[in-house]
């Protein structure tokens, strides 16, 4: 099993090793060389649309799977307690799905509730309205 070892860095250095996740809290984001050994970057943001990182004090896991579809070598694996787990590769038809699902995600996530935006309005004129009217009663 392939071993992944991590380090914490203030800013991604440019010289990247094979086998480290570099990750930075600062940036909110983590940078490892694939591990098929093609070289490629891979860039796993943390945000709640994204990726999750687990640190248990000793080793990293992330979530979820990294899918290199973007590269040539195609390569599917997750990141668990600091070994890296081969997984599947996926059809076209499963990575459009996983794209599709990552978009609607994210859409719903930094999309404002329209209902909830007007309640909030609908609670500040109230309370202007009131402030007003107590302003009046003095
Ligand atoms: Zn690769």
Redesign the pocket.
Known sequence: MMIMQHSFVEFIPDQLHEGILYISIDYCTAIHL?????R?KVVTPFSPTDWKMTFDGKSISLYPSIG?WN?D?Q?HYWIKKGNVEWSGSWSDDQISNGRQADIVAKEKYYTPKPEKKLLIEENKKKSLWDWFMESLKL
């Open positions: 694939c591990v098929c050994g093609c490629n290199n590269f070598c390569s």
